[in-house]
């Protein structure tokens, strides 16, 4: 699929918000920044410079640095070595100095989050910076990347729909093969060999690649984070796939409930409940929402239904190009619960409703954000797909 990305129309939008934040130099660590603006798949640590007066540069490790300059749109390029004088903060330094940037406003991206490998700057580098530029005055510049980020261009909402249609087909392989006899690890290389046969080029996932849990499994009381293991599935067991393709940089994840044979009454409560709480977040993707607001209806809806307490109350996080995978998230924090949802983001539903001892069932679902409502990017059904044995 050949998708055009206004880089130029990408880089003026995070050069308005350096302005409005006061901002002469950007330099983005997380890994939603050196995706967004070098366009490229970039695993080791590295940086992205951007002044507000007109450059834009990458600094990456030198084994990687010609396989960038053959992908990356940018043509600044600048390798580093872990070696003294050579050393990635040495190259940023010594180009801060020789540009004039040691006396600007520098943003730096500071946090933290329950997510791992983010890319925030460590505590020792921002000494270093700090050491090392003392006349320049730094800034959080969260916000910038978040926000010039958040809503997605006609092109980039191809690549999501591309994404999940590879998504919705793995799923639709693996529901083909599971049989009673068959391994959690089994199954999740039957999805994963399917996102592969149809272009997806990494497993972008936090969590730990596909997840896959059956039986016992998928009935963990948070259940939020399950790598496969060697259980054999059994007839009677419900079964959790979570698969998370990615397509020229821009992900999907698509998390789907199975059983093996009939479900009894308690399991078909349960799904139920399941597919009315997973269609009120769906519909309350709405632009305008506030995510307060969506988070209380949600856990009103569960309730009502008799499951509030079997809940995770955590509905959903942001999607996009890799590393937007969190802003913004559906919690009712103080982080999230004033953000107002917007036209063209890309949300994911989530939800974790779980009964121990009786079943597990979540909902992992990308959605965009329309003035109308949320509209699923995904055709996989949220209804429980009962396999005959």
């Not at 809806?301 to 509905?315: C, D, M, Q």
Request: proline residues 4%.
């Amino acid at each position: 699929m050949n998708i055009h990305i206004d880089y130029r129309k990408r880089l003026a939008r995070i050069r308005e918000l350096m302005g409005e934040a006061g901002m002469d130099v950007f330099i983005g660590t997380r890994t939603v920044s050196l995706s967004f603006v070098a366009g490229a798949f970039i695993p080791w640590r590295s940086a992205v410079l951007v002044t507000r007066d007109g450059y834009e540069g990458l600094v990456t490790l030198l084994l990687d640095s010609e396989r960038l300059r053959n992908e990356s749109w940018m043509t600044n390029i600048q390798p580093y070595a872990p070696i003294a004088g050579m050393d990635l903060w040495d190259v940023i330094v010594n180009h801060a100095k020789k540009n004039g940037w040691d006396k600007a406003t520098v943003g730096v991206e500071l946090g933290h989050s329950p997510r791992g490998n983010t890319g925030y700057l460590f505590a020792t580098e921002y000494e270093l910076l700090r050491n090392s530029l003392p006349e320049a005055n730094f800034v959080n510049a969260l916000s910038i990347m978040d926000r010039a980020s958040v809503v997605k261009d006609p092109g980039e909402i191809k690549l999501l729909r591309q994404a999940a249609a590879i998504a919705d087909a793995a799923m639709e392989r693996v529901k083909e093969s599971i049989y009673p006899g068959a391994t959690e690890t089994e199954i999740a290389g039957i999805g994963e060999m399917e996102l592969r046969r149809l272009g997806s080029e990494y497993h972008w996932a936090v969590t730990g690649s596909s997840e896959v849990a059956s039986g016992y499994r998928a009935c963990y009381a948070m259940n939020g984070t399950t790598q496969p293991t060697d259980k054999i599935v059994k007839k009677g067991e419900n079964i959790i796939v979570d698969l998370h393709p990615y397509y020229h940089l821009y992900t999907s994840d698509l998390s789907h409930n199975f059983i093996l044979g009939e479900p009894n009454e308690a399991q078909r409560r349960l799904s139920d409940a399941y597919v009315q709480t997973a269609q009120t977040i769906i519909d309350n993707f709405k632009a305008g929402n506030r995510i307060g607001d969506i988070h209380a209806k949600v856990l009103a809806k569960a309730g009502e239904l008799g499951y509030g307490t079997n809940v995770i109350p955590s509905f959903g996080h942001g999607l996009g190009v890799l590393g937007h995978e969190w802003y913004p998230a559906i919690l009712a924090n103080a982080e999230f619960r004033d953000v107002v949802l917007e036209e063209n983001s890309v949300e994911v539903a989530f939800l974790a409703m779980t009964v121990p001892g009786v079943c597990g069932m979540r909902l992992e679902y990308p959605v965009l954000v329309t003035a109308n409502g949320g509209e699923p990017l995904c055709a996989t059904p949220l209804e429980l797909t009962v396999l005959e044995c």
